[in-house]
């Protein structure tokens, strides 16, 4: 049976108006032109110095398009866009869906209008609607974390700090939330030449955590100084933010000790779902 869940840790906005399109395209780090119904674009909003703010998926729902986004981001979101939106003919307003969150499994996808996930195919399904008639138990907020903890998926307001983190640290070109191609969108000068011209001296990396795990953002220290910060913990496995030049010696966050296994941006892009 398939796991799945109703994520009230996400909201979605509804984008309305015959300019949505151009006006995505013109402000976020993916290629809006890939949107297609049945199909998700994983995207995020920067600074004009390339900082994360947010971070989102992007569903089209006829000429519409859907933004599931954190929670706690939402209402910062529409006024960030609404801010860029000027003379554009698009509309910006909350909805009541939930994402209902479908583990991914063997055979089909669960039901025709299942979307799935665009930043790995082994993070399974998104619904934008209810979940009647699929065939699955119930699944629990714990295991999908350990899911993807395991997978290296960066979380906003964890890993993936507004006005802190850069996209290329968090692993994003691997998961399909940037394209080099597709023009200027804003915060693109600094990610491209990120990219093309700076070796990333730190970024985010799966690690294993043998000891009672400190509170998200404590820091990891290698032989007393400052590597990094270690963020989400489950069953042992973690994710946290290093310095490659400060890992070569004992790591420690708390009372627990830390050994990296990788940095995710270094793994190959997976297949989107």
């Not at 985010?204 to 032989?223: F, K, W």
């Amino acid at each position: 049976m398939r796991r799945h869940i109703v994520d009230d840790s996400r909201a979605v906005l509804r984008l309305s108006g015959p300019d949505v399109r151009s006006f995505l395209q013109d402000l976020v780090t993916a290629d809006v032109g890939r949107l297609e119904a049945g199909r998700a674009v994983y995207a995020a909003l920067l600074t004009p110095q390339g900082k994360y703010l947010f971070d989102f998926l992007l569903v089209a729902d006829g000429e519409d398009v859907l933004v599931d986004v954190a929670a706690d981001r939402a209402a910062a979101l529409a006024q960030r866009m609404t801010m860029y939106r000027l003379r554009r003919k698009v509309e910006i307003a909350p909805t009541d869906i939930k994402p209902v969150l479908i583990w991914p499994g063997e055979g089909p996808a669960p039901a025709e209008v299942a979307i799935p996930d665009p930043r790995d195919a082994r993070l399974g399904w998104r619904l934008y609607g209810a979940a009647d008639g699929i065939a699955a138990g119930p699944g629990t907020r714990a295991e999908y974390e350990a899911l993807r903890i395991a997978l290296g998926i960066p979380e906003s307001g964890v890993e993936l700090i507004p006005e802190e983190s850069y996209i290329l640290e968090a692993g994003f070109e691997r998961l399909h939330g940037v394209d080099f191609r597709k023009g200027c969108y804003v915060g693109q000068e600094v990610t491209a030449r990120m990219k093309h011209k700076t070796e990333l001296r730190k970024g985010l990396a799966r690690v294993t955590v043998d000891g009672p795990p400190p509170p998200p953002g404590t820091e990891i220290l290698c032989d007393g100084r400052v590597a990094g910060k270690l963020f989400s913990v489950a069953g042992g496995q973690g994710l946290a933010q290093l310095r490659r030049d400060r890992i070569a010696g004992a790591l420690q966050a708390g009372e627990a000790r830390i050994a990296v296994t990788g940095f995710v941006m270094d793994d190959e892009p997976q297949p989107a779902g």
